[in-house]
């Protein structure tokens, strides 16, 4: 175990404040996150897409979650994916990024080749489904932890999907998801990279409609209070539908909130909607790219943006 020792406050004033390094807004290298969300609204692409994103140096969703443009090392553990959908999700996604690169001017990779070749160098997708991939098996880290660390080396970003996979602990329990998150927290100190888990929501929340809150996390909330950053996502209701002329198309649409992201300010919603295959882009649809979940608030989300692109160099 690498030994506590007490920060240095002289030494720590009389050097500059370092310079956090994000992955993605708010989420550094070295820390674990959550994206949490009912079952079936797109957890697994959302995270694929972003896995994709990170390993060509890529927009995820066609702005405002963009990561670097410096490619890197991405893993992601799908433990309830087979083979064959995980090569279907890869095809699907892959058809979209090669039209958005192509419409853009300012992409860093010309040729689909290079970009091929880049999922092939940077991109570890592992199907796990019927297997074991916990981390976590009566109290103590299992061999499968030891493997993971070994996969992750030099990753940048590590994608986990879901939670519930990776521990035999009771989700009610403080102690035992504070401790999944230490593990998790071990893992992302080990690789240098950042974490990330999908967890699903509670169904307190779906009942009252607040799925998009830091509080929605299925089980105790020391797993909400552990984790530096968390992403909601969540489906689109029929009310906002109604009030931005999309009725019958909620389905069509998910919201992504920033729930926490203790390094930044407060992110505004981001709309993404549904393409073929599953794949999420920035909606365009006027207004709802900026309407809140459940008041329909409207708010200028590009110009908040290029404000913190200055402010935090995403």
């Not at 916990?134 to 880290?141: F, K, P």
């Not at 240098?192 to 089980?219: P, Q």
């Amino acid at each position: 175990m690498k030994k506590i020792i007490p920060l240095g406050i002289r030494a720590a004033l009389s050097a500059n404040a370092p310079t956090l390094d994000f992955v993605l807004p708010g989420l550094t290298a070295g820390s674990v996150g959550t994206v949490v969300g009912a079952g079936g609204v797109g957890k697994t692409m959302l995270l694929t897409q972003l896995g994709m994103a990170v390993a060509t140096g890529s927009p995820a969703f066609d702005n405002p979650l963009t990561p670097r443009s410096t490619p890197a090392r991405v893993v992601l553990i799908a433990a309830e994916e087979s083979s064959d959908i995980l090569r279907i999700r890869l095809h699907a996604i892959k058809k979209w990024m090669d039209l958005q690169r192509e419409k853009s001017s300012a992409s860093t990779v010309a040729t689909e080749s290079e970009f091929t070749a880049l999922l092939e160098k940077n991109l570890l997708l592992v199907p796990a489904a019927g297997q074991s991939v916990s981390l976590v098996n009566n109290g103590a880290t299992t061999e499968f932890f030891e493997t993971l660390c070994k996969f992750c080396t030099g990753a940048r970003l590590v994608l986990i999907d879901p939670l519930r996979r990776l521990h035999d602990g009771d989700e009610n329990s403080s102690s035992s998801m504070t401790h999944i998150v230490q593990v998790l927290e071990a893992l992302a100190r080990h690789t240098g990279a950042a974490v990330i888990v999908a967890h699903h929501v509670s169904k307190a929340s779906m009942f009252n409609a607040v799925t998009d809150s830091a509080a929605a996390s299925r089980g105790s909330s020391a797993l909400t209070d552990a984790v530096r950053w968390q992403a909601n996502l969540s489906g689109m209701s029929e009310t906002i539908a109604r009030k931005h002329g999309l009725t019958g198309q909620h389905k069509s649409y998910v919201c992504l909130d920033f729930a926490k992201a203790n390094y930044i300010a407060p992110e505004l919603p981001l709309w993404l909607k549904r393409l073929e295959g599953g794949v999420l882009t920035q909606t365009t649809s006027k207004g709802v790219s900026a309407a809140k979940q459940h008041d329909g608030t409207v708010s200028n989300i590009e110009g908040t943006r290029a404000t913190k692109e200055r402010n935090y160099g995403w």
